[in-house]
């Protein structure tokens, strides 16, 4: 099923499996609006992760993507660097959380922030 013009149900599922699929509208919104700025098709890596998945992954308890409300993803044609860049220039579209990490950028509705955690810079 289309969560929107492009993006899927089965981008938004947890990996591990399990089904979880929390579609918060706020966050289809914010990625969609990304997408039709960037023009170009944009790589999720995860956005649900069940408790068990958010444990195992070493994510931090109560992450905002046991709730279906973060996305961590790359952009073809984007290094991360550029694409957190792009990102952070966006506030119109991105008002929450806002992280670089080596493979990925995350993204999240909650309270406006930014960190770096990126191993090799």
Same mark, same amino acid.
């Given at each position: 099923?289309?969560?929107?013009? &492009?993006?899927?149900?089965?981008?938004?599922?947890?990996?591990?499996?399990?089904?979880?699929?929390? +579609?918060?509208?706020?966050? @289809? =919104?914010?990625?969609?609006?990304?997408?039709?700025?960037? #023009? #170009?098709?944009?790589? @999720?890596?995860?956005? &649900?992760?069940?408790?068990?998945? =958010?444990?195992?992954?070493? %994510? +931090?308890?109560?992450?905002?993507?046991?709730?279906?409300?973060?996305? !961590?993803?790359?952009? #073809?044609?984007?290094?991360?660097?550029?694409?957190?860049?792009?990102?952070?220039?966006?506030? !119109?579209?991105?008002?929450?959380?806002? %992280?670089?990490?080596?493979?990925?950028?995350?993204? !999240?509705?909650?309270?406006?922030?930014?960190?770096? &955690?990126?191993?090799?810079?």
């Amino acid at each position: 099923m289309m969560l929107s013009k &492009n993006f899927s149900t089965i981008e938004w599922e947890c990996r591990c499996g399990c089904g979880q699929c929390i +579609v918060e509208p706020a966050l @289809v =919104n914010m990625m969609q609006s990304f997408r039709d700025l960037v #023009k #170009k098709q944009v790589i @999720v890596h995860c956005v &649900n992760r069940c408790p068990k998945h =958010n444990e195992e992954v070493g %994510g +931090v308890p109560g992450s905002y993507h046991t709730l279906g409300q973060a996305c !961590d993803f790359h952009v #073809k044609g984007f290094t991360i660097p550029e694409l957190h860049s792009v990102a952070l220039t966006s506030e !119109d579209i991105f008002t929450g959380g806002i %992280g670089i990490y080596d493979t990925f950028v995350h993204v !999240d509705i909650g309270s406006k922030r930014q960190w770096d &955690n990126r191993k090799h810079t």
